[in-house]
Antibody, heavy 121, light 110 residues
Framework: QLQLQESGPGLVKPSETLSLTCTLS??????????WGWIRQPPGKGLEWVGS???????YYNPSLKTRVTSSVDTSKNQFSLKLSSVTAADTAVYFC?????????????WGPGIQVTVSS | QSALTQPRSVSGSPGQSVTISCTGT?????????VSWYQQHPGKAPKLMIY???ERPSGVPHRFSGSKSGHTASLTISGLQAEDEAEYYC??????????FGGGTKVTVL
């Protein structure tokens, strides 16, 4: 059964770049049936789709974050990563990595447990 | 890309039914039958409850059902149970490989 696990710094300074990695176990990131993605949740607020990517590197981002987000895949490590530049306090959130099913359905499942990232000096 | 609109909260007694609405636009809910619903308990990751408007993943109780009419999707919980108390989020495909979530609805079991 596929499991996802986020990792990265829990504290990032304003104006710096947030970097997170999601590691897969129990499944391959090179499966052509899925996208992989990031969803975040600011404290006490709702969910926000950040972006999704295919194992080839093709990626799509939330228009509101597009100028600051990049993502990549490392097939040798069965991982994908997120970078968010020029962060501010508004980027403080729990970040979840997810698998995006887009064939035979359109949904996010499973989810990683999430990682709290705080932007503060 | 604006968030889908959900009521802040709904409540019901055990055994009753509650329905959560999720209103979008012609750019998302109104065009695509790709609405999914997620249940989130405090401090936990969201869990898929419904996908493609009305499909229920294996393991999700039959008391959870979904539907859509026009620009509004709905999640109904029939026979409310104590463990159903949680936050619920809808999500819709919005075209061009983008997705949008609702603001979330707190379900309280009285």
């Amino acid at each position: 059964q596929l499991q996802l696990q986020e990792s990265g710094p829990g504290l990032v300074k304003p104006s710096e770049t947030l970097s997170l990695t999601c590691t897969l176990s129990g499944g391959s990131i090179t499966s052509g049936d899925y996208f992989w993605g990031w969803i975040r949740q600011p404290p006490g607020k709702g969910l926000e789709w950040v972006g999704s990517l295919f194992y080839t590197g093709t990626s799509y981002y939330n228009p509101s974050l597009k100028t600051r987000v990049t993502s990549s895949v490392d097939t040798s490590k069965n991982q994908f990563s997120l970078k968010l530049s020029s962060v501010t306090a508004a980027d403080t959130a729990v970040y979840f990595c997810v698998r995006l099913v887009f064939r035979g359905g359109n949904y996010f499942d499973p989810w990683g447990p999430g990682i709290q990232v705080t932007v503060s000096s | 890309q604006s968030a889908l609109t959900q009521p802040r909260s709904v409540s019901g007694s055990p055994g009753q039914s509650v329905t959560i609405s999720c209103t979008g636009t012609s750019s998302d809910v109104g065009t695509y039958n790709f609405v999914s619903w997620y249940q989130q308990h405090p401090g936990k990751a969201p869990k898929l409850m419904i996908y493609d408007v009305s499909e229920r993943p294996s393991g999700v109780p039959h008391r959870f059902s979904g539907s859509k009419s026009g620009h509004t999707a709905s999640l109904t919980i029939s026979g409310l149970q104590a463990e159903d108390e949680a936050e619920y989020y809808c999500c819709s495909y919005a075209g061009s490989y983008t997705w949008v979530f609702g603001g979330g609805t707190k379900v309280t079991v009285l």
